[in-house]
């Protein structure tokens, strides 16, 4: 090799970033020659090397020397090249990913290759390749435990992947159903709110998922409620889908108990509730009672006078009829309240709706000698409610609010005002009353079963309240007035919006 | 004296249907009545000249039945109270009965009764009147007596002989006899028993 020649080639070998070398197919592959680039890959100079006082064999990390040898081998067995990508470790102990590649140039006499090649730093790139696979492991991972069944699907809907949840969901085996639009997955008549969630739901989006529940269907046609979400893959250019599917059976049941629950306890406070406002509601059966017996009384004098008196006698019947049917409104009132019921829903008039529990509170208002004041607009419109139980937190909240001025000390006559307004689709009740407000110390408390800072009274009352407004969509809500006393109020949806 | 004031039932209960049955009924009974539907009504419209007998719901709105009888007691009203009430209130009753009420019934009324003690109500109101009215009488006449009369009045009816009188008070027998005449013209006695009866009337102290 003409001298000018060699300068250029040691030239390029000094510049390229990573380390030439010949050497011998021994055990640990003894180098006569090495680059520059040497000390940069692994941290010992070339005379160190060359002389053979390291090997490169030694570098090699052990768990990969088999395999890198494997390779060497079987191209030396061909006279061929080859490539091997592997892990050395460094002169100060660091691990390094390396990719080599050599070939077979010669055999001494006795046979050994001599080999020729080129080692570089590839540690970056394997790094990142080896975060893609974790990352990759990781996400399968998950969609393989996942509880909610994993589809995913191309633009037109056509499943591509069907995880083990959403096998056992519906099913099918991925093989079967691959292929299919996923409308097949739900109930038909659901096909078209399925369409145009697809629809809506295109193009990429980052906020929170926005699901829809409907009827799942599965591989036997059984139905069962489940939320659906699509979300557009990220960064897949032709379009790709996931679908996360969860059956919402056991949800469903478990509001169910809950829901009955809730009514039973209802059942219990209104029964409570009733017991407690026993002493009234005597004495609200006992004054028609008592003059339906002298209207009675009355009419028998009149008849057996000399000259009967029948003007007189069809008056007092009259009037003993009418008290009759006044005692029957109080039972029918009670009975009301305290048959337990399926709580229901339905469009309810709010001025009825105040207007009957303000007359059943009315019985305990006499008692304390407080007045009930019903503000409302003129018209309210109809709402969405269970009557019953939504009579049932109003009066419940009148209760405690005269209970609370009772103990503020309100003297006869003073007010409490069940008032109703309505705006934005919703309709405000609120109960206002002029008692000693809620203390701090008792906020916490306020809205725990069984708390009560009554003496009588079991304390179901405002929890059960809350929980009957919350499963009403709505919320309780009190603030205390500033001129004394407190407010509680709840919204009720109108009737059609639901 | 003027004449008389009639004998009412007044009835004052908050509850339209129980005062209208009890109005009923006393016309039933040909009991002449008012009604008032509170107990302040009836407090603004009474006068001390009224007479008959109230009947009294418990519990009212306002003013209860309970604290228009302690006004009533303040003003030394002298109509006899029946309490009704649609509580078994046993205390209240109590409280009522201590406080002089004239009885305590509870709804629904055995109709018969009720009307009955309304009756013995305006009885024992007439007889507490007309004894009010003789007091008053007497009173009056006992005011037109000299302090000489007084003195001889009050031993004359409790016994002691006209020598003993006259011996006491230091005059003469006969003037003692002339201040008795007196006496007994101006309390309208015609004898010695009747004079000793209005003095046990009109309860005055013995003389020392």
Redesign the interface.
């Known amino acids: 090799m003409p001298d000018g020649e060699y300068d250029r080639l040691e030239t390029l070998l000094k510049n390229l970033p990573g380390m030439a070398y010949r050497c011998l197919n021994l055990k640990h592959w003894p180098m006569d020659f090495v680059s520059d680039g040497c000390y940069e890959l692994c941290g010992y100079h070339r005379h160190e090397i060359e002389s053979q006082q390291v090997l490169w064999g030694d570098f090699t990390h052990p768990d990969m020397i088999d395999e890198v040898d494997r390779v060497v081998r079987s191209a030396a067995d061909r006279q061929g090249a080859f490539e091997v990508e592997y892990r050395i470790i460094t002169r100060d102990g660091a691990e390094k990913w390396v990719w080599e590649r050599g070939r077979v140039v010669d055999y001494r006499e006795d046979g050994v290759a001599v080999l020729e090649g080129f080692i570089t730093d590839i540690n970056n790139r394997a790094l990142a390749e080896a975060a893609s696979r974790r990352a990759e492991a990781y996400a399968q991972a998950i969609v393989d435990t996942a509880i909610e069944a994993v589809i995913t699907v191309d633009e037109q809907g056509a499943m591509e992947s069907f995880n083990q949840a959403a096998c056992d969901m519906f099913g099918y085996r991925p093989e079967e159903i691959a292929g299919q639009h996923f409308r097949r997955l739900v109930g038909t008549r659901f096909y078209s709110d399925l369409d145009r969630y697809f629809q809506q739901n295109r193009a990429p989006f980052r906020g929170p998922p926005r699901g829809i529940e409907l009827d799942g269907c599965d591989r036997d046609n059984r139905y069962f409620p489940v939320a659906l979400s699509i979300r557009r893959i990220p960064e897949s250019e032709d379009g790709k889908y996931v679908i996360l599917i969860r059956d919402l059976t056991e949800q469903r049941r478990a509001e169910k108990v809950v829901r009955e629950q809730r009514d039973l306890l209802a059942h219990v406070d209104r029964l409570n509730t009733l017991g407690e406002m026993a ?1 009234g509601m ?2 609200e059966i ?10 009675a ?2 009419g028998l ?2 008849l057996q006078r000399e000259q009967p008196d029948l003007e ?1 006698l069809g ?2 019947l009259a ?1 003993l009829s ?2 009759a049917h ?1 005692a029957g409104a109080v039972i029918e009132r009670m009975q009301e309240m305290t048959r337990p019921h399926q709580s229901r829903r339905e469009s309810v008039d709010p001025a009825q709706l105040l207007c009957g529990i303000r007359e059943l509170a009315e019985v305990e208002a ?2 304390h ?1 407080f ?1 009930i004041q019903l503000r409302m607009a003129d018209t309210l419109p109809p709402v969405h409610c269970d009557p019953v139980q939504i009579q049932q937190v109003i009066l419940n909240l009148l209760r405690n609010g005269m209970e609370s001025m009772r103990a503020a000390n309100c003297g ?2 003073s007010r409490i005002v069940l008032e109703a307004t309505w705006g934005k689709r919703k309709v405000r009740i609120a109960i206002v009353d002029s008692g000693l407000g809620i203390r701090p110390e008792h906020q916490s408390l306020l809205y725990q079963p069984f708390a009560s800072t009554k003496e009588s009274g079991m304390g179901l009352g405002l929890a059960i309240s809350r929980s009957i407004i919350g499963a009403h969509g709505g919320r309780l809500e009190y603030v205390n007035n500033p001129g004394g006393g407190a407010t509680f109020s709840f919204d009720l949806d109108l009737s059609g919006d639901e | 004296m003027s004449d008389p004031e009639p004998q009412l039932v007044h009835v004052v209960d908050d ?1 339209e ?2 005062r ?3 109005g ?2 006393l ?3 040909g009991l002449p009545h008012r009604c008032y539907d509170s107990a302040d009504e009836f407090f603004a419209a009474y006068g001390v000249e009224q007479r008959g007998c109230l009947v009294l719901d418990v ?4 003013m ?1 039945g309970l604290e228009l009888q302690e006004k009533l007691r303040e003003v030394d009203a002298a109509l006899p109270i029946l309490f009704i009430t ?2 078994g209130d046993v205390p209240m009753a109590v409280e009522a009965m201590r406080r002089g009420a004239f009885d305590f019934l509870r ?3 055995d ?2 009764t009720f009307v009955e003690r309304i009756r013995e109500a305006l009885d024992r109101e007439s007889s507490d009147w007309r004894y009010k009215v003789d007091q008053r009488e007497l009173n009056q006449r006992l005011a037109s007596l000299t302090e000489r009369e007084h003195e001889v009045f009050r031993r004359v009816a409790t016994g002691v002989a006209n020598k003993a009188i006259a011996a006491e008070l230091g005059i003469s027998e006969r003037t003692v006899e002339v201040h008795r005449a007196q006496v007994m013209k101006k309390l309208a006695a015609r004898t010695l028993a009747q004079l000793v009866r209005i003095h046990l009337l009109l309860e005055l102290p013995l003389p020392r």
């Not at chain 1, 006992?286 to 002298?294: D, F, G, H, R």
């Open positions: 002493a005597a004495h006992n004054q028609p009672l008592t003059a339906i017996s002298m209207y009384q009355s004098q009149f007189k008056e007092a009037k009418q008290q006044r006499r008692l000698k007045a006869a006559g | 509850d249907a129980v209208d049955a009890i009923m009924l016309d039933a009974a519990r009212m709105p306002g209860s649609g509580h709804k629904p009324i109709e018969a």
